[in-house]
Each structure stands twice: as C-alpha cells, then as structure tokens.
C-alpha cells in the first residue's frame, strides 16, 4: 500500500523541480507546518527551507500575519493547512505576498461527491478528531476547525483579487485518498474492508473523474506576463 499521506505531496513538488519551475536549492518556506513536512523537504532534497506554524520548534509564525517582507522566499508551502485558519484566504495570501516564484498548496476539493460522503457521514465538516489536548482545531484551539474545501475557479479568483497586475497562472493536480483509519475507526468492518479494496484504485479514479478526487494541490505562479491594459495610461 502506498503512504498516502505523503505520496501526492512528494509527487507534485517532484514535477515542479522536473519542470524547472522551482529548485532544490529555493528557499523555502512551509507555513502550519510539522515534523511530516520537515521530513518531505529533506525527502525531496531541498537545501533551504523553514518549516513554520503556531505551535511547532522551527519558526514560530502565524500564517494569516506572517512577519516576512514580501518576497522573503522563492516558495512558499502549505500542506493541510489552510483549513485549520480563521480565513484560509487571507493565508494563501499572506503566502503569495512572501513568495517569489511560486505557491504550493495541498488542501481538500469542494464537489459532489465531496459533498455526497459528508451527507453519508463517510467525512466531516468539522475535524473533531484532530483536537487532542485542547490543540490541534482552529488556529491551534481546542476548538475543531471547519474543513474549508476549494475550487478551481475560487482560487483564481483570490488570487486576481489580490495581485491585478498580473492573470493568474494556476496549475491544479488531483489524486484520492480513502480514509482507511477514520473508516477502521467508526467500527464498521464492511465500510474497512471495502475502503482497503478500493485505495489501490485511486490513481485510475483520479486519471478518470480528477475533480471529483478529495485530494487537491494548486500551484499558483508568479511568473506570468503583467497586464497590457487597452486604453490605460500610467498615471
């Protein structure tokens, strides 16, 4: 069985250095980040990265109010963790206000399907189950957070919003991940048994229905060519 966990995470950031689109020499920066984070970017080999949040032993950051000048780091990264924000829109942008070249970021699709195994308690609105010891919820509460879940067009348009100079240039991947352990814990042995059978067919779900996937990543690029403006003038 695959780390599911940690696979797709490796996977994207694989493509962007094979595209030449960011290096493993970048500085990096991971905001609501942990020791899995810390552990993937020595994984894929980068040399200069910081891994942050609220409540971890590298760089103490939130990551709606991030204390680095724009443009402090080549990337900036966030993996599950913008759902754990007040607003998971002011971070993105607090993350593409400190990035140079690129945003990654790994968080759930909103869809229907999505939006079909909530109604079937096969997933949550809330993650009640990641508050542990009064952490773990919203901005590091005791109190679960809202799992905040994106689209494509959403993206774009938070970013347009915020940076007009520019078109957004957003790639999107996808890929599933069946919730094996939740499954095994709510005692029901059938719902188990067929998440095991399915997760070695999520690569062929994704490649057929990728937006209906619960595992999304958008990589938003600051690459693009400015505006030219038909009629504007230069104040």
Known sequence: MRDVVTSFYCDVLRKQIDAGAITRSDSVLVVCGGPLDEAVMRQIGFTHFTVSGLDYDGAR???????????SFDVAIVHAGL????????????????ARKQVLAFESR????MRA???????LDYEVDSVIGGKGGVAETGIPNFVYRWTEREVEKVIASFDPTRP?????????RIPIQRFSRSG??????????IEPLSRAFAA???????EFAFVISKSGAPHRWKGAHDA
């Open 61 to 71: 950051q939130d990551a709606e109010n991030l204390s680095y000048e724009n443009g």
């Open 168 to 176: 957004p240039k957003v790639d999107f991947f996808y890929d599933l």
């Open 83 to 98: 759902h754990h924000c007040y607003s998971p829109h002011r971070a993105l942008l607090e993350m593409y206000r400190v």
């Open 188 to 197: 029901n042995r059938a719902l188990a048994l067929a998440g095991s059978a």
């Open 110 to 113: 909103d869809s229907f399907l």
């Open 208 to 214: 057929v229905l990728p937006r209906q996937c619960n």
């Open 117 to 123: 195994a909530i109604r079937l308690g096969l997933t």
